[in-house]
């Protein structure tokens, strides 16, 4: 019997995925647009591969928004799940610092996806690349361009994986949305996320200190805060203490109210803790520094944004330290975010990610709106989507 014919458009992480599950029961193929797969997969290799993350349940449930929509997804295949995939690929991972899942030291992107690809060409996958979906025939078919050919592929089903908007140079650029939208799925316009923030320096404070980090700082925006590291840029800030609150800042400026982020540059003290290195001393500015255990960037980030009274004073200038507050100019563009929000609506998707109003459509991956910080969450929603979706077809497969 002939088995059934899947078309995936995309090959980044989801694409992949969705592909090396198919393939033992399916004849799979792949149309990327780029002469490669998997740019986006390579270029989240630099500065630390998080595969996954160690968290579960709903520590791991509650990462996602909206949650509960995704929430079966990651609870079918979960961060263990998906470890254990890996493993099963030859990838065997470790879990680092604050939970984060990389793969065995040393072991480098480009060859973690030189293993997908194996599994995929000894699966017997055909992968086309050099192929740009550009848009829906009368049927709802994808038309896909190959040199100056334009074709509509015959399969059973057809799993859309493009990809979100930002670092258009790994092929996601978000050209495909007007697409769905002309089909009249519901859509929602792309927005950073894990982005950096801008914030006005002073020019001598952005030509000493950029690319300086700020360690071991708690972050805070309103009620929600969190310990970890900032970077200093030309631009602002950025760093895995500052992702997770740019869905707050994004609310903020929509709300018209100008966003404010607060640093604790020492959250593991109390107030009264630093107040007593100043018990019986006549303490000067000049040593602040010291008294206080603060590095050259950190105190010249906190000279900048304290009134001349709040610095001359050693109980303000605590408060200060412990609650620094920088105004918030904008979000970065999309294009430099690590993942965007926007994309196909999770509300015109049925559990099994196929369009509600085009069940032979299903939709994966990031071009999908819904929003996770950085720590390996990004790609875990990936896999899970593209498992859901599978699952689903591997019985209709057989
Ligand atoms: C700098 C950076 C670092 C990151 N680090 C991490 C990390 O450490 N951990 C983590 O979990 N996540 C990380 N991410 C996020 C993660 O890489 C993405 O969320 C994930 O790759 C998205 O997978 P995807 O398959 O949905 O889309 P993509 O990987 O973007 O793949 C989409 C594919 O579709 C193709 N395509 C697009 N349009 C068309 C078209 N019209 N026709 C045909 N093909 C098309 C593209 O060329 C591309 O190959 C990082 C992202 C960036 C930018």
């Known amino acids: 019997m002939q088995s059934k ?3 995936i458009i995309g090959g980044g992480a989801a694409g992949l995925i969705a592909a090396e599950q ?17 740019r986006k997969f390579l270029v989240a290799g630099n500065g630390g591969f998080n595969l996954t993350n160690a968290a579960i ?38 879990i680092g610092s604050s939970g984060r899942v990389f793969p065995q030291k040393g072991v480098k992107p480009i060859q973690v996806l030189q293993k997908i690809k194996d599994k995929l060409l000894d699966n017997g996958v055909q992968i086309h690349c050099k192929h740009e979906f550009i848009g829906f025939n009368a049927h709802q078919l994808p038309i896909l361009k190959h ?88 631009y602002g800030l950025e760093g895995n203490a500052i ?55 950190e105190f010249a980030l906190l000279k900048a944004f304290t009134t001349k009274e709040e610095y001359l004073a050693p109980e303000r200038f605590i408060e200060a330290i412990k609650h620094l507050k920088i105004p918030i100019e904008a ?3 999309i294009e430099e975010a690590i993942s965007t929000i926007g994309g196909v609506s999770l509300n015109a998707l049925n559990a099994n990610y196929s369009l509600q109003k085009y069940p032979h459509i299903f939709v994966i991956g990031e ?32």
């Not at 399969?155 to 996601?172: E, N």
């Not at 404070?205 to 590291?229: C, H, M, W």
Request: hydrophobic fraction near 35%; proline fraction near 6%; glycine fraction near 6%.
């Open 5 to 7: 014919k899947v078309i």
């Open 22 to 38: 198919l393939s033992a029961t399916c004849d799979v193929h792949i149309y990327e647009k780029g002469k490669t797969i998997g």
């Open 57 to 94: 349940e709903d520590d791991l449930y509650q990462k996602y928004t909206p949650h509960p929509v995704l929430q079966s997804a990651l609870q079918s295949f979960d961060t263990q799940k998906m470890r254990a995939w890996l493993e099963k690929l030859g990838i065997t991972t470790f």
């Open 147 to 234: 040199q100056s050919t334009t074709f509509s592929p015959q399969a059973d089903a057809y799993i859309f994986a493009l990809g979100g908007a930002s670092w258009s140079v790994t092929g996601s650029n978000m050209k495909w949305l007007p697409f769905f939208e002309q089909l009249g799925i519901s859509t929602q316009p792309f927005e950073a996320s894990n982005c950096g923030l801008e914030v006005k320096w002073d020019a001598a404070f952005r030509d000493k200190y950029a690319g300086t980090p700020l360690k071991n700082i708690q972050v805070s925006l309103g009620s929600t805060s969190l310990k970890g590291e900032a970077l200093i840029t030309d």
């Open 243 to 297: 992702y997770p609150i740019v869905p707050l800042i994004r609310t903020a400026f929509k709300s018209l109210q100008p966003p404010f982020l607060a640093i604790d540059f020492k959250p593991n003290n109390s107030h009264q803790n630093l107040l007593s290195k100043t018990k019986g001393k006549r303490l000067k500015t000049k040593n602040y520094a010291y008294e206080f255990n603060l590095n050259k960037a």
């Open 331 to 333: 979000l970065r563009p």
């Open 367 to 398: 071009m999908l709106d819904w929003d996770a910080p950085t720590g390996g969450f990004l790609l875990q929603g990936c896999f899970s989507t593209a498992m859901a979706c599978t699952h689903y077809l591997k019985t209709k497969c057989q």
